[in-house]
């Protein structure tokens, strides 16, 4: 799990999720991240409650334990008072508690598919590279729940990497099913 998200788990269960309201499990008919994993990638760690989902992939021949890079997938189930941005705030807050040299920045607010969105990006060099991290995020504010997908390195990828997956980061969108036939179509 990216060292982000351990934090994550303990700080949004004190702050936000006092409040949340609670969703046994996402319903049938309704939103739907559109997101495809990469063939090479498998699912590593996967956790649920009635409050969120977590689902962690990382390329085969790689471990949990020792991964290279992953890709992490949250799901806020009612969302948690948060807007996109103010989540996307918050986590590089964190990386910056977490990392006495930490850098990071929102890259862009917008609206995609009527949904609120938001994508950033975080360094966190540390002395040793199981606490270093290179990461891509987008949040989207969904309508039900809040999602969080997360393109995570354990050392700094090249600049074509990061143009891959930036591609891949901002490719992802939410749908809702209930907005008719086309809503979650090509």
């Known amino acids: 799990m990216p060292l982000i998200f351990r934090i994550l788990f303990v700080s949004l269960a004190i702050c936000l999720l006092g409040s949340a309201p609670l969703l046994a499990k996402s319903p049938k008919k309704g939103e739907v991240l559109l997101m495809q994993i990469p063939k090479n990638y498998k699912r590593a760690f996967a956790d649920r409650t009635p409050r969120q989902m977590l689902q962690e992939f990382i390329p085969k021949g790689q471990n949990i ?18 807007s996109a941005k103010d ?18 920045r929102i890259e862009a607010l917008k609206r995609e598919n009527r949904y609120p969105t938001a994508l950033y990006s975080y360094a966190c060099k540390a002395k040793t590279r199981a606490r270093s991290e290179w990461g891509l995020g987008k949040v989207i504010e969904g309508r039900d729940s809040l999602y969080v997908v997360i393109k995570v390195w354990k050392k700094a990828p090249s600049k074509a990497r990061l143009k891959k997956w930036r591609g891949f980061i901002q490719g992802i969108r939410l749908c809702d099913t209930r907005r008719g036939k086309k809503a979650c179509g090509p």
């Open 87 to 104: 989540f996307a705030k918050h986590m590089l807050e964190l990386n910056t508690k977490i990392c006495p040299k930490a850098s990071g």
């Open 65 to 82: 334990k020792s991964y290279r890079e992953m890709i992490s997938l949250q799901i806020f189930y009612g969302g948690l008072g948060a």
